[in-house]
């Protein structure tokens, strides 16, 4: 049942889109900006509880306990389980803006900094370690953790409507069920769309600039083709084969490039901005993560912080 109703409202979704591009376009945008700028605090104090509670969880009695049973061992090393989680929850969104978002924030920063200033400069590298650390994890980490617990601790079914029993008891095997496991995956279709075209727009991008090849549509779609042959290779072949062997070989790629980056590139540099910006992030982390603009209503906050955060819960199922 979750599976047809969910092709089905996803196929619906990609039929409007298809047949009318334009409008799709300006409705799901004036949604979305309506979403995030009426419902932003939300957003930003939900995450900001949301990674204290796993905080409290990781260092406070509960921390001990043990997924799937005081004898349970893990199914993969950390450094294979640290490369799948990289390259599944973030891929190719870290490696571009990691580079790209420090760029953005230096020519447009946050309100009250002046752009290309020494402060926005700070800001820029303060923000980019901001959207991409802790609360990302947090918000994947509350989900995985609550459908890992019940699934084996307490014999779920791997659902997301499984959550729900302390609450609804057994509805959530139900109409209220099936409702948010729907939700989940039209959720999850919707933040991997997202992740895709951004990818497919870079790779384009990147063609064209480094061989010269027009990013058109039927590059986008070749592109995008390959991404989904890759997918499917990855994913057929099981978590302890397809998966594994990429997301370690990604590493092994993000460690050579970090390898050449640190030998050719101005090392006292890097590691001086590195350590300056772990100083300035955690000095300023509740700032950040309760920061709106009710004053000046600029839309720097929701424009970034916010649409991340909206973005990582779209992943977390």
């Given amino acids: 049942m979750v599976f047809r109703i969910s092709i089905a409202l996803v196929a619906l979704l990609v039929l409007i889109a298809g047949l009318a591009p334009g409008p799709f376009?300006?409705?799901v945008q004036s949604g979305l900006s309506t979403i995030i700028r009426s419902t932003g605090w939300l957003y930003l104090l939900v995450v900001f509880i949301t990674l204290s509670f796993l905080m409290y969880l990781a260092f406070?009695?509960?921390g001990s306990l043990r997924i799937g049973g005081e004898d349970a061992e893990p199914d993969f090393s950390n450094a294979s389980?640290?490369?799948m989680l990289f390259a599944a929850g973030m891929g190719i969104g870290l490696v571009f803006w990691g580079?790209?978002?420090?760029?953005s924030h230096f020519v447009k920063p946050p309100e009250g900094l002046a752009p290309?200033?020494?402060?926005?400069?700070?800001?820029?590298?303060?923000?980019?370690?901001?959207?991409?650390?802790?609360?990302?994890?947090a918000i994947y980490a509350l989900i995985g953790l609550a459908m890992a617990w019940f699934q084996f601790n307490r014999n779920g079914r791997g659902l997301i409507s499984d959550l729900l029993q302390p609450i609804i008891g057994a509805h959530h095997r139900?109409?209220?069920?099936?409702?948010?496991?729907v939700a989940a995956v039209v959720a999850t279709a919707i933040g991997v769309a997202t992740t895709l075209g951004f990818g497919t727009i870079q790779i384009a991008a990147g063609l064209e600039r480094v061989f010269g090849i027009q990013a058109s549509v039927p590059v986008q779609l070749t592109i995008i083709a390959v991404a989904?042959?890759?997918y499917m290779a990855s994913t057929t072949s099981g978590v302890h084969r397809g998966i594994k062997w990429l997301s370690n070989f990604n590493l092994g790629l993000a460690a050579l490039l970090l390898a050449l980056i640190l030998v050719l590139g101005p090392t006292g540099f890097i590691f001086d901005t590195f350590t300056t910006t772990i100083g300035s992030y955690l000095n300023s982390l509740v700032t950040m993560s309760l920061r709106m603009s009710p004053?000046?209503?600029?839309?720097?906050?929701?424009?970034?912080?916010i649409f991340y955060w909206a973005w990582w819960i779209a992943w977390a199922p």
Wanted: glycine share 8%; proline share 3%.
């Fill in 25 to 27: 376009n300006e409705v």
């Fill in 60 to 62: 406070g009695r509960f």
């Fill in 81 to 83: 389980w640290m490369s």
């Fill in 99 to 103: 580079a790209a978002e420090p760029i």
């Fill in 116 to 137: 290309q200033s020494m402060e926005a400069a700070r800001a820029s590298m303060r923000y980019a370690f901001f959207h991409w650390g802790l609360h990302p994890w």
């Fill in 174 to 181: 139900g109409w209220m069920g099936t409702v948010v496991n």
């Fill in 228 to 230: 989904f042959v890759l």
């Fill in 295 to 305: 004053f000046s209503g600029s839309t720097w906050v929701a424009d970034w912080t």
